[in-house]
């Protein structure tokens, strides 16, 4: 906030009527401005305040980019507006220089409340925006506050009254609206999206319209993004009817200009799945004096390739970042990453979006990503703001057409690169020996490799993954594992079987082995073994460490609630899947259900149904009728017939109906299945499902002071865990925590429904089945 100096009355009714001049001046400036006719290069020739432009200035922010030139006039106006253009090319500051201005024109003062609300969805892009505004809000007299997720902090609760300009990530400001008493968004003027598509995206959409439900219908809304899916519908959400388009958005879209930047030269090479390691490792060193992205699709897979990496010394220092990891190491390694020369950095798309590293010199994108926009993104962390960059996609030979295909229809086309065979290496054996000698590198190596597997299962674009086509075996050798863990489909039906077996008690199992025919329990002895019991039995005799033990056990536990394959390790046989069947009701609950069902029918059938008369007296729908009654009305065969054929021809509409009902609830269910699965992926990048302890950053009224470093705020007081080695400071650790109390979410994959999915499921998948 501006100095207070101590001023006589007059003197403040002068001041203050300069400040209602300016501001007055401004308004009218706003109101002539004609972006057709002005022609305007520097912010200074926008009609915008003393304070944003000074703040500007000292960013050195003087010079406008194209989207700032043609979006900042019409969101000054008021406009709603949905603004597009490529990554680096400046979008911060068209969003928020009128933010700021709208709030100075409305003299925006600590008691008005929130004016302002920003969602990223991202932590670390929320943070950058934070920065940003800090920087050229220097000189106003707002306050900002930043909440996102991933720490515990004592939150602030009558501040966050207080905050005019709040930034957060969806989950977490949900979060606040429903908690915060003094949360009142009442006189909301501008809500903001940054990665619009990415906001309005299924994996928000449910927070995202929570959270428009607060807020007035009478805001100003601005959208940006560097691509944009956005349906009409998603707009009508928003309640953006009347909006302008603004950007490179058509251009986006046209035939003869293509939506990356042109400063950045893209490259793909064909690699198949088992030697993208290799190809990754040859790349590295010969790229030392560089500053690399890798992109993963998972972030078991950045771990497993970041640890053992490490391990073969490429000569160039190494980083990781995926949405798993704990806050404080995120924010760190982003940090370091930012200031770092000559690096290379392992990431999921947490980053792939909106996030502005200086000088990177490589993007490379070692898994294919699920679509074009989300190829767009990652490659836009490079080439940013008119600087050169370059891009490089691994894919592999399934992948190769379609994948260009779908580039093409874009307008972009990455030049083909070859593989000098004489740079060919292979680091093959040096996983295996690392992996031998190593458990828990294995069993990194492992969760990546089902990981990755599964991140191709449920990739929605079909006609460029082909999970069918993966070459199991290679890809484990390739990893460094002796043979591929071995991969079952579950489907629905062996999860329940599971469960039910897990709630049979040991009584009704020797009762069961006692009843059967003796080829339902192979068992020998009365009880059965599940794979803890046989795991636990190991443990007596293993050569393994109690650390490994604890971390299969973990796995165990994660892959019968969690994941649709199973790992079956070929070289011992720690976890044995296999679980007999059993063909008598088994559990507790199951015997309970099927009881209460037949009570629920006998005190619900029909014999006491009742249907209300006119007079309003009940009568049971089956009431017999008076016998003379039943004469007069003719023959009786004739009315049995009549009778038998109506109530067959209901019955007949009520059984299409009902399956008709059930074949949608089916579907729906495996939707709702394959959508979790991709939230459970996604959730490398997605905040809100990580979000639990509120954290605020609020402002202190003076935007410059307002960055904080993230342990100040930090109140971590969780206890110390044991941790592996290569625990990653990550959250997994509690995630997998969850599931062995058995907490944890349950993903299923829906049985195979026709014969199509049964037979792309199974033609390919190894042993198991
Ligand atoms: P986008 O959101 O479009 O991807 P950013 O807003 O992150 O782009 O800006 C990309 C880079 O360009 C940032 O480093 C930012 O500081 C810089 N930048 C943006 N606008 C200007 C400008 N008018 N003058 C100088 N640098 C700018
Ligand atoms: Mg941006």
């Known amino acids: 906030m501006a100095k207070k100096q101590k001023h006589t009355t007059q003197q403040r009714k002068q001041l203050r009527e300069r400040e209602n001049q300016k501001i007055k001046d401004l308004e009218t400036r706003i109101e002539e401005y004609n972006p057709k006719l002005s022609k305007a290069a520097l912010f200074q020739d926008f009609p915008i305040s003393e304070h944003t432009l000074k703040g500007l200035r000292e960013a050195a922010f003087i010079k406008l980019t194209e989207i700032q030139r043609e979006s900042i006039p019409l969101s000054l106006k008021g406009h709603d507006v949905l603004g597009a253009a490529k990554t680096g090319s400046g979008k911060t500051l068209a969003f928020l220089i009128p933010v700021i201005e709208k709030l100075y024109r409305e003299k925006w003062t600590d008691m008005d409340g929130l004016g302002a609300l920003i969602i990223s969805p991202t932590r670390e892009l929320a943070m950058q925006i934070y920065e940003v505004l800090s920087k050229i809000g220097k000189h106003t007299t707002f306050s900002a506050g930043l909440v996102i997720g991933g720490k515990d902090a004592t939150f602030e609760k009558e501040r966050i009254s207080r905050i005019n300009i709040l930034i957060g990530t969806p989950g977490r400001i949900l979060q606040h609206m429903d908690q915060a008493v003094g949360f009142n968004t009442s006189n909301l003027q501008l809500l903001v999206l940054d990665e619009a598509d990415r906001c309005l995206d299924m994996g928000f959409k449910r927070t995202i319209d929570a959270i428009v439900n607060n807020l007035p219908a009478s805001r100003q809304t601005l959208l940006f993004s560097a691509t944009q899916s956005q349906s009409l519908d998603d707009l009508a959400r928003l309640s953006l009817t009347d909006y302008k388009q603004v950007g490179t958005m058509e251009a986006l879209n046209s035939k003869d200009s293509i939506a990356t930047p042109e400063t950045l030269q893209q490259s793909y090479i064909q690699v198949s799945l088992p030697d993208k ?360 065969e004739k009315q049995k017939e009549e009778f038998l054929s109506k109530e067959t021809h209901l019955m007949e509409q009520v059984d299409v109906e009902d399956k008709q009902v059930a074949k949608e609830k089916k579907q729906e269910k495996k939707r709702k299945r394959l959508e979790a699965m991709r939230r459970e992926m996604e959730a490398d990048m997605d905040d809100s499902e990580y979000e639990d302890e509120p954290v605020a950053y609020l402002g202190t009224g003076n935007l410059s002071d307002d960055i904080q470093s993230e342990d100040e705020h930090s109140n971590d007081e969780r206890q110390p865990r044991k941790r592996s080695k290569y625990a990653d400071s990550s959250d997994e650790d509690e995630e997998e925590q969850q599931l062995s109390n058995g907490n944890g979410k349950i993903i299923e994959v829906e049985e195979p429904q026709t014969l199509e999915d049964l037979e792309s499921l199974t033609a390919n998948l190894i042993g198991g089945l």
Not at 592 to 617: H, I, M, Q, W, Y
Request: aromatic share 8%; glycine share 4%.
């Open 277 to 636: 390691l290799d190809v990754l490792y040859s790349f590295i060193k010969s790229h030392l004096k560089s500053k690399l992205i890798v992109f993963l699709s998972s972030s078991k897979q950045v771990h497993f390739v970041y640890e053992t990496f490490r391990k073969l010394q490429p000569g160039l220092s190494l980083m990781h970042l995926h949405g798993r990891q704990k806050q404080t190491a995120r924010t760190e390694t982003l940090d370091k990453f930012s200031r770092a020369q000559h690096v290379c950095l392992f990431s999921t798309d947490v980053v792939a979006r909106g996030i502005d590293f200086p000088s990177v010199d490589w993007v490379i994108q070692l898994d294919c990503p699920e679509d074009v926009d989300t190829y767009i993104h990652r490659v836009g962390r490079s080439a940013r703001f008119g600087k050169e960059g370059k891009s490089l996609i691994l894919l592999t030979p399934e992948e190769e057409e379609g994948f260009l295909r779908r580039l093409k229809n874009k307008n972009i086309e990455p030049s083909r690169l070859n593989i000098k065979q004489s740079k060919k290496k292979s680091i093959k054996p040096q996983l295996q020996s690392l992996l031998f000698k190593d458990p828990e590198l294995k069993y990194l190596g492992q969760k990546a490799f089902i990981s990755y597997v599964r991140s191709i299962y449920i990739q929605k674009d079909k006609e460029v993954f082909h999970f069918d086509k993966i070459p199991l075996e290679e890809f484990a050798n390739s990893l460094g594992l002796p043979g591929a863990p071995k991969i079952k489909m579950k489907g629905m039906k062996s999860i329940e079987k599971a469960k039910e077996l897990k709630n049979t008690s040991r009584q009704l199992l020797s009762l069961a082995k006692a009843n059967d025919e003796g080829d339902v329990i192979k068992e020998e002895k009365a009880e059965v073994r599940t794979r803890y019991d046989k795991m636990f039995e190991r443990k007596n005799q293993t050569v393994l460490s109690e650390h490994y033990l604890n971390i299969t056990k973990t796995q165990a536990q994660e892959d019968e609630d969690d994941d649709f394959i199973m790992v079956k390790r070929q070289d011992h046989e720690l976890i044995e899947t296999e679980l007999p069947e059993l063909l008598i009701p088994t559990s507790k609950r199951a015997q309970k259900k099927a009881l209460s069902r037949k009570a629920t029918l006998a005190a619900s059938g029909n014999p006491t149904k009742l249907k209300f008369d006119e007079d309003g007296v009940g009568r049971p729908v089956y009431e017999l009728e008076d016998e003379e009654e039943f004469h007069q009305k003719g023959d009786s």
